[in-house]
Every structure is written in C-alpha cells, then in structure tokens.
C-alpha cells in the first residue's frame, strides 16, 4: 500500500462522480436496520436526482436537479412542504443564510442563469455555469437575485462566515466535461489551465447580495504527487469525448470556523489548509496532504482488511473538537463487479500497472499531524444481486459524550458511527431501506441536526436525501430517528454541513 504523508508547513492543531456501475437493485427484500433506527419520514419520488441539505432554524432546503424544496421542519416526524420550487440546475447543492439568502452550485452549462432556463452544450462559449442566489425571506415565493459565473461551474460550496456583514463561498469545480470556459480547449483560450487547479472564493455583502462577485481563485496542487494532477484513466474513467482526461482541483471543502482550519477533498489528494483572517484559505501551502493510491494484497472485498486504495477523494467533516478529520473516498466502482464493498481497478501512478483495489472507505486521520487513525467500511453485505455502497456525505453530532458520525452509503443506507476510539470506529445504528424499483436505499446525503424542535431526550434526529440513480423510485427527503445511545445534543440554531463550529 502506498500511502502519502506530506509535511508541507510544520503542524498546527464534502453528479458528485456518483455511481459509474449502476446495480439494478440490493439483494434483500425487507428494510435491513438495527433495532435502535427507525425510519419516520419518506417524502416520495422526485423527478431528478437528489442532492443536498442545509438547514436554518427549524427550515430544512433539499436539493434537486430541477430545483429545491423548502420543508418546516417543527415537528421533525412529519416535515411539511412550504415550496417545492422549480429551477433546473444541477447540482443545486444548497447552502443557506438566516433562512434570507439561498446559495445554489451549478455545475451544468445552461443558456442562462435565471431559473427557466436549459442545458446547453457543455462548450458553449454563451453558457453559464457558477452559484446562483435566491431571497428565500417568504419560503413560499422565492425570488433569483442573480448568478455568479465561475469557471468550471460550482459542484459544490461551502460557506465561511466572515463576519456578521459578508460570507465568503469557497466554490469548488473541476473540468469533469469542457465549460465555456474550462478544459482542454476553452480553458487555455480563455487563458485558463486545462486542469483548472483553483478554487474560487465569492463575497456576498448579507444587506446587498446583488453584489456577490468573484474576489479570489486561491491555487491547488497536489504536493508529491508525480503528474500533479487526477488521471481519468487511471482510476478506469472514460477519457475524451466522455471526460476531460485530468483534473487538478478539490471536489468538497469542510471549514472548522473556530480554529481557522479547511479540509479539503481534493480528488488526488486530502488537504489541510489554514484560514487567513481575510477568510482565504492558505491553499498554496498546506498544512499536509495524505494520499492512498494503491491497495498492496489487491481487492479482498473483505470491510476490515485496512489494505485499501482511494479513488477519488470526495468530502470531509471535522469532529466536533476538531481533533480528527474523516475524509471519504467515492468509489467509481469497475463495471459489472458486485461492488459490496466497491471494488475499482486504479493504476498505480508510479509503476503504471493497474490492479483491483478496495475503495469507497473513510479514513480517520489526526488534525495536527495527518497521520493515519484508520480505514472503516460498512461491515454489512447486501445479500445476493449487484449492489454499491460508497461512502457520500455526512455530518459529526454535537455531543460531549462520545463522537459520533452520521452518514450516507449509497445504496448501503444511512448509518451512525462512533469514532470515539479514532483507530477503531464502530457501526452503532443503520438503517437500509428495501428495493422499490430500481434500487433500494439510494441516499446522497444524511445529516443529523437537532433545530429547535428535537425529537426527544437522547435520540438523534436525522435527515436524508434519497433517490440517486434512480429518482423515479427514491424516498426523496427522509428522516430518521436513533434511540439509546446514551448521548447528549447540543441543539443548533443552524447548519450548513460543510461549516463547523
């Protein structure tokens, strides 16, 4: 196993690619959850695929590909629908401010930025791409305010709230497939890299949002790293015309506000990165990377073999004191492999041979240092018939007692897991919804968050977004209940997943 650890400064104490082997359906045919998760809220199909959740007070705003829905969540049992507002534009991952502003990323060429508009070529030289941003004072009749434009379109953002007065969006973007201006092509002629090798910072004036614009483009790299850039094909990923051949950019960020620290999911690599009191993230000059590019005894499937590769490095999320990071790798998945738990064929980059390797795992690495606490996998399989269950997005849970991680597994359902001991986390609760159609759960997010409204004295609420690959059959927005782990909430007068404090 080769595994990076690079030391770049002396130490200091998040389509996401998702699923290139699509499974026609989990092989149980009963929801599958431990005794303690309970399933309380399935708000039905979508038209198009489901993203993200941020939520403000006791408002929670679900993401889709045609736009957002606005759900009151005071009775956490049985949300009730505000909006449902059209706007296409994928992602539409959400964040939001004082339940006032709403901030979309779009990272799909369309003819324009208001909500009407369609998809375009994706080299349209006229196309937008870029953030977009919504007043949502009155949750019933959003209104667009404007769009951002930003090379390479927004996958996803993250909020950093500068002071009470401005917020800062760090955007993160990658040539995926060519933009107006981004990739192999448009980039350079738009005296652009080819691999874009930024992320781009945008200032929102909170009293005066129609003059949010663009205020930096902080550099990546990928220190150590031989060709200094993600490669398609080494990870089994169809080149040009499908892809653009290379990448060299970040996919998700997670900002941890008090301690003025970024981590960031950076496709190739996993990143520390300092805030600069401009709100600036130190990116030219990480704190340390951490890499895992090849899988030494090959794919044994096997969710304790700590033997495992990365296949793209997707998001991350601090623990609540910020001493551990948990990083997740999405795993592209070879085609046609049962891939419970995936199994992806990478290249190794220094000797050029490709081989099978375990992927689609978290790793639990020390803030201070980098250094490697452990590897984790869902321990459950899905019975017979194809299956797929990566790692996605997820969240820490406010609590002294214990720290606890919820999360989302693709088609493996949503689970919480107790890192307390960060060399050896545990499974403590799951819940995996049966097939309905094409799949069975199908979860792009699972957050817990505890509004003003909470369930109850010990038990974790939760909230999820199902329906993936295959909308017409999803649960759309879903809540969950945890019962008896002991623990204590903080409740939270909000949360952006990606913003920790």
Not at 385 to 407: F, K, M, R
């Amino acid at each position: 196993m080769q595994r990076l650890v690079r030391f770049v400064l002396p130490s200091v104490l998040a389509l996401g690619l998702a699923g290139w082997a699509l499974p026609a359906g989990a092989g149980h045919n009963a929801d599958v959850h431990s005794a303690n998760m309970s399933n309380l809220f399935n708000s039905g199909p979508t038209s198009a695929v489901n993203s993200d959740i941020a939520f403000w007070g006791n408002r929670a705003y679900y993401g889709n590909y045609n736009g957002f829905r606005i759900y009151d969540i005071s009775n956490p049992a049985s949300p009730s629908l505000l909006r449902n507002f059209s706007c296409f534009g994928p992602q539409n991952d959400p964040v939001v401010w004082k339940n006032k502003l709403l901030f979309l990323a779009i990272d799909r060429t369309l003819s324009g930025p208001e909500c009407g508009n369609e998809a375009v070529a994706h080299d349209d030289p006229n196309g937008w791409e870029g953030v977009r941003i919504f007043d949502v004072s009155n949750p019933a009749s959003p209104t667009f305010i404007k769009g951002v434009y930003t090379d390479c379109g927004a996958h996803t953002i993250t909020m950093y709230p500068k002071n009470s007065a401005q917020i800062l969006l760090y955007v993160s973007s990658y040539p995926l497939r060519p933009g107006p201006t981004c990739g192999t092509v448009n980039g350079p002629a738009a005296g652009r890299d080819p691999v874009h090798g930024v992320i781009q910072v945008i200032k929102v004036p909170v009293n005066n949002p129609k003059a949010a614009k663009e205020i930096a483009e902080p550099p990546i790299n990928y220190p150590g790293d031989s060709d200094n850039q993600f490669v398609a094909s080494q990870h089994g990923l169809p080149g040009p015309p499908v892809l653009e051949p290379a990448l060299r950019a970040c996919h998700d960020i997670a900002v941890f506000v008090e301690l003025k620290l970024a981590a960031a999911a950076c496709a190739e690599q996993a990143q520390l990165w300092s805030i600069a009191p401009t709100g600036i993230p130190n990116t030219a000059n990480p704190l340390w990377v951490y890499d895992d590019s090849t899988d030494s005894n090959g794919a044994t499937q096997d969710p304790a073999d700590p033997e495992v590769a990365v296949d793209f490095w997707h998001s991350a999320t601090f623990s609540q004191d910020g001493s551990v990071v948990n990083f997740i790798d999405e795993s592209f998945a070879d085609p046609g492999v049962d891939s419970c738990p995936p199994v992806t064929t990478i290249t190794d980059p220094d000797s050029g041979n490709p081989g099978p390797s375990d992927t689609g795992r978290m790793f639990f690495l020390d803030t201070a240092t980098g250094t490697l606490h452990s590897t984790f996998m869902i321990p459950r399989t899905e019975g017979a018939g194809p299956c797929y269950n990566s790692a996605h997005l997820g969240n820490t849970v406010a609590t002294a007692d214990a720290d606890l991680l919820v999360n989302a597994w693709y088609m493996g359902g949503v689970d919480v897991i107790d890192f307390s001991d960060p060399t050896s986390p545990t499974e403590v609760a799951h819940y995996d919804i049966a097939p309905a159609g094409a799949t069975g759960s199908d979860n792009w997010s699972a957050y817990w968050y505890e509004g003003p409204t909470a369930l109850g004295s010990d038990t974790l609420t939760i909230y999820a977004t199902d329906g993936v690959h295959s909308p017409s059959t999803g649960r759309g927005a879903q809540v969950f209940k945890v019962t008896g782990l002991g623990v204590g909430e903080a409740n939270l007068g909000h949360l952006n997943p990606q913003t920790q404090g």
